[in-house]
């Protein structure tokens, strides 16, 4: 009898422990797709051949820097044949080292999608065997609204699957934090991944460069992506053309390596044409390593706070702001003032400019995901508020000396885990919780200073689905997706 339980538990992807005790589903596991067309699925085959690579490595690998600890590299994603000599000299850097965890980067190339998907499996199959994921690929697909899953592109990209047989070769036994991005925020990125990046993890990046150009034409045109990469100018690769399929997986390590002082090394370049490509047509590769301090600087893992004074300077900015706009005549761009050249005015960051007339709501507005720095965003941000908030017309002249202005600077938005409507209400935290609300396309926010005038959680909840043009309800009868943030406040004083 219990025989028969068993071949009808695995049917159903159940596991008989006891006659009383079962495990809710078997592993679930991401077979490779890629194995035998990319690289040899054959696991003896895939060996000889990694090793093979590895010894033509060795011959132009670089010395790498013995004084700081390896914490990131770029390898190539394409077929072992073309590129798999460039990939094996970033292998070469990874011998007799251990990682607890590894941060793969990889971008998409079959679905169209912004931000990141992080798959749902429990592990990853190679021809080398399996890959356990890190506990923190579920943390930041559940918690944080910049993850997904999507399978059809957990089916169909290959960009990650192909590096990870020769993370397997070098470095034997890791857990895996897969990650496949689409355009994205790489100061909103970085922040999100700075705090998983600890002295045991590693991260890597999927990407190859330029597709398809003359030979001599890929060459130096990769050469001046890879000054890009090298210095850190995030805005220059985002604007240039053909440079490479990771371009966003690059802008977030670069974002990172640039806070957190790694120093880049290039340890090969080659291109298709050098291996098994046509010269007319070829696509280059690169493998580089980057090396920092052991230890990542707590300022970089979470925001700095803002002093009272500094949060008087963003208030001060954002009123000669609305100020210079009427200068300036109609073009109401305003004027830069300058901030002090302190690194806290640097710090991307959610932030919201509120105007306020005689108690009353004025205008506001404002980005929950930080997309540039306090320095910039502060004045943006109170031009919208003065002139472009669609609840009411754009402030007068006349009604400057009349209208009070605040400034509230936003943590990371952080996803609220709740099972029922109940435990929502529990959860939150009244006069301290900003709260974002969403289901599909609709999402509204409530700043925490709306609790002051919506106390009750329930009636916070209610007009908070309103605001989104959702039934006052709907977060009685649906979960819906929930993300908190605090909030740095600062006003102008009497």
Known sequence: MQSRLSWIYCLLG???????GLVARAEVVRQ????????P??????????SELDRQAHRTSVKPLADRALKAIIMPHAGYIYSGWTAAHAGHVLRGHRFAQIIVLAPDHRVGFMNGMISDVDAYETPLGRIRLHADARRLREENALFG?????????????VVLPFLQYYLKDFELIPVVLGPSN?????????PHLGPDTLLVVSSDLSHYLPYEQAVAHDRQTLDLIMGFDVKALARRENCACGRAPLQVLMTLARRLDWEPVLLHYANSGDTAGDMGRVVGYAALAFYGNAAVPDSAVRPQALSPAQGDQLVRLARQTIAAAFQDGSSRKGSVRELPD???FDQTRGVFVTLEQRGRLRGCIGNLVAEEPLRTTVPRNALRAAFNDPRFGPLAAEELDTVSVSVSVLSPPVRLVYHDAHELVDRLQPHRDGVI??????RATF???VWGQIPQPESFLSALCRKAGLRPDTWQRENLVIHTYAVQYFDEKP
Request: hydrophobic letters at 40%.
């Open 186 to 194: 790489p100061n909103t990125m970085a922040d999100v991944l700075a």
């Open 437 to 442: 609300l969403q289901r599909g396309r609709a």
């Open 41 to 50: 699925a054959d696991p003896n085959e895939l060996k000889s051949l990694l």
């Open 447 to 449: 700043l925490p200073q």
């Open 14 to 20: 159940l596991t008989l422990l006891s006659p009383l």
């Open 32 to 39: 490779p797709v890629f194995a035998g067309r990319f690289y």
């Open 342 to 344: 302190q690194p806290v």
């Open 149 to 161: 899953f999507d399978r059809v592109s957990d089916a169909r990209e290959h960009s990650l699957e």
